[in-house]
């Protein structure tokens, strides 16, 4: 392993490519015309120019940068191409390194379908009752009426929060099933929907995984992932508050189970449901690649996980000098995006002011962008991860807390001010929130 093409952009790109580097490695990015000036350019040894925006979801187009670069191993980083089977099997093909799971694996688990199944087969509860995808409005309503209402209907591929409804009564599941097929065909090519029991409160948790060449599944601390808006993540903590050790040990044993189940290999996450009224908990889904929140894992353990994943890919069985498997500490992320705080629709624009703590104590930044830069329409709207950390969570909360009221970013738009609200918040401060905080924090009185 030399040289690494990273097949990302933005903050997850300039992350990467600092360890690759670190690692005395070679690291190359790509970039299109509307990225030109973004710090992941600047980070990376080299920079291979992109036609289009676009090419970051096209295999063949992300192959020949990794030629042009002159790479042996490639990096996939999140989002765009990271969950997909066919480009890790044209990267093996062409006598590449990916850095992930293989192929198959990818396939069996990024399918949320195939995935419940796997859980179901090997005892973890699965909020489906074990029914596979449906392809047609009127199993649908057989299955919605089976499961019992109301019920979440999900693209089986994909992620990131897109494709997904909720039906309450019989007349919404046809109507939900069209909606959610609809966008899974247009967005990934699959029309299948995954039909599951809605929970009305709970609690979004995920175990991180590393799996070992030689087998071994090592499991970190649960990450909570409940303040979500458009079920898409804003703020992540870990360890998650309030768990009890029994639920916690359970989580672990499960996701250890999936990924031995399928030989699993490299960093992947397990995330579950947990219902907060019957203290059940439910398997959603796998997430074959590294995760956006994956920084506050480093921080509780002590891990670069980029390096690990680094050896994983060498084939190398090794547990990281000065990993620490019971967490130390306590952590937060939040998610910058350049939206509207209040709607939280997307408001892209020139950024004319740029002022992040980056020199505050206990404060990390992963920057995708800088001031005089310009967030595109083309892009998930994420601008940076700022992530805090403390001996405690009263203490990585307070820090978290002061790194938002001295934060400014002017021109697109930003949701600090929402972020503010958030940490705020009496559930947050008390540790006691659910995925209905968002919701119960910005409808009117």
Same mark, same amino acid.
């Given at each position: 392993m030399k040289c690494v093409f990273i097949a990302n952009r933005g903050e997850i790109a300039a992350r990467i490519a600092a360890t690759v580097r670190a690692e005395g490695l070679r690291a190359v990015v790509a970039a299109p015309a509307c990225d030109a000036g973004l710090p992941y350019t600047a980070v990376a040894d080299e920079c291979v120019d992109l036609a289009s925006p676009r090419d970051f979801i096209s295999v063949e187009a992300m192959l020949e940068a990794a030629r042009t670069a002159g790479a042996d191993t490639v990096h996939p980083g999140y989002g765009f191409l990271s969950e997909d089977a066919r480009f890790a099997r044209a990267c093996t093909a062409a006598g590449l390194t990916f850095v992930g799971p293989d192929p198959a694996t990818i396939a069996l688990m990024g399918d949320k379908s195939s995935a419940c199944r796997v859980a179901h087969e090997h005892g973890v509860p699965v909020l489906s009752a074990g029914h596979d995808s449906v392809e047609d409005a009127d199993t649908a309503e057989a299955v919605a009426a089976e499961i019992g209402l109301p019920v979440m209907l999900k693209a089986v591929a994909g992620g990131g929060g897109m494709g997904m409804a909720v039906a309450r009564t019989p007349d919404e599941v046809a109507d939900a099933f069209r909606a959610v097929s609809s966008r899974g065909t247009s967005l990934y090519q699959d029309p299948r929907v995954l039909i599951e029991r809605w929970v009305e409160r709970a609690r979004h948790i995920e175990v991180q995984v590393m799996g070992l060449p030689d087998g071994r599944i090592v499991t970190m601390a649960p990450r909570d992932c409940s303040v979500q808006r458009r079920h898409q993540k804003v703020v992540e903590e870990t360890p998650a508050p309030g768990l009890t050790e029994e639920t916690a040990d359970r989580l672990a044993r499960w996701a250890t189970a999936l990924a031995t189940a399928v030989s699993?290999? @490299?960093? @992947? %996450? *397990?995330?579950?449901?947990? &219902? %907060?009224d019957s203290g059940e908990a439910f398997f959603l889904e796998m997430n074959t690649r590294l995760q956006v929140e994956h920084r506050i894992t480093e921080a509780v353990h002590t891990v670069d996980l980029v390096a690990w994943q680094l050896? #994983?890919?060498? @084939?190398?069985? #090794?547990? $990281? &000098?000065g990993f620490t498997a019971e967490p130390a500490g306590h952590a937060f992320e939040l998610r910058?995006?350049?939206?509207d705080p209040v709607r939280f629709l997307p408001k892209p624009g020139r950024i004319t002011t740029w002022d992040l703590p980056v020199d505050m104590a206990g404060v990390l930044v992963d920057a995708g962008y800088a001031e005089g830069t310009e967030v595109t329409p083309f892009f998930d709207p994420l601008m940076a991860k700022l992530v805090t950390t403390g001996p405690d969570r009263a203490a990585a909360l307070r820090v978290a807390q002061e790194a938002v009221a001295v934060a400014r970013i002017e021109g697109p738009g930003q949701n600090l001010p929402f972020l503010a609200r958030v940490l705020q918040?009496? $559930?947050? *401060?008390? @540790?006691?929130? &659910?995925?209905?905080? *968002?919701? &119960?924090? %910005?409808?009117p009185a």
């Open positions: 699993y290999r @490299g960093a @992947g %996450t *397990v995330e579950f449901l947990l &219902d %907060t050896a #994983v890919a060498r @084939g190398e069985s #090794v547990i $990281p &000098d910058i995006y350049a939206e918040s009496a $559930p947050m *401060v008390e @540790g006691r929130y &659910d995925t209905g905080i *968002v919701r &119960d924090l %910005t409808q």
